[in-house]
T-cell receptor, first 114, second 109 residues
């Protein structure tokens, strides 16, 4: 199957700083990627849809100014957590697909804000 | 609104016992449901999907529209089945998913 890679896998940042997480589709092109957030021992919550060449679409309740998404190419989407605070600490997962009903997930990025 | 419910957070069974992980959904259209599995320290991966009606690793799931359920079943659990299992409802061209809260399956020797 297709491979989706996230970088970094772990990041620790200071409160008030911004951190960027990359999501790459390694062997296919993805016009759409998705970002999820997973709290400890909880399910994945869809945050936003990243659209190549256009603005991201955010789910209800997700602050678009806090979570900036850029999808500059068909193989790369980035999620920037701006002015991070401890409550932003979480596991962030992206997914991408080249075909309908065939989502592939990245390994996730664990963000810790101290 | 679309929603997926997995009522059990943890399910513990002995090796060789039957397993059923419950999933109920709420969706106004005709749903296509999926089961994803996450083994320890691994990424989320597709286990099976309703539309293909296949059996993967001995697991099957039947969509019951009357009961709005898509329970995952396996007649004889193996220790390697221990993992987190998520029921998922795809929307938007089947690439975007709403996930249930997950059930941790623990198969004891």
């Amino acid at each position: 199957g297709a491979v989706v890679s996230q970088h970094p896998s772990r990041v620790i940042c200071k409160s008030g700083t911004s951190v960027k997480i990359e999501c790459r589709s390694l062997d296919f092109q993805a016009t759409t990627m998705f970002w999820y957030r997973q709290f400890p021992k909880q399910s994945l919550m869809l945050m936003a849809t990243s659209n190549e060449g256009s603005k991201a679409t955010y789910e209800q309740g997700v602050e678009k100014d806090k979570f900036l998404i850029n999808h500059a190419s068909l193989t790369l989407s980035t999620l920037t957590v701006t002015s991070a605070h401890p409550e932003d600490s979480s596991f962030y997962i992206c997914s991408a697909s080249s075909l309908p009903a065939e989502a592939f997930f990245g390994q996730g990025t664990r963000l810790t804000v101290v | 609104a679309q929603r997926v419910t997995q009522p059990e957070k943890l399910l513990s069974v002995f090796k060789g016992a039957p397993v059923e992980l419950k999933c109920n959904y709420s969706y106004s259209g005709s749903p296509e449901l999926f089961w994803y599995v996450q083994y320890s320290r691994q990424r989320l991966q597709l286990l099976l999907r309703h539309i293909s009606r296949e059996s993967i690793k001995g697991f099957t799931a039947d969509l019951n529209k009357g009961e709005t359920s898509f329970h995952l079943k396996k007649p004889f659990a193996q220790e390697e089945d221990s993992a987190m299992y998520y029921c998922a409802l795809p929307v938007y061209n089947f690439n975007k998913f709403y996930f249930g809260s997950g059930t941790k399956l623990n198969v004891k020797p």
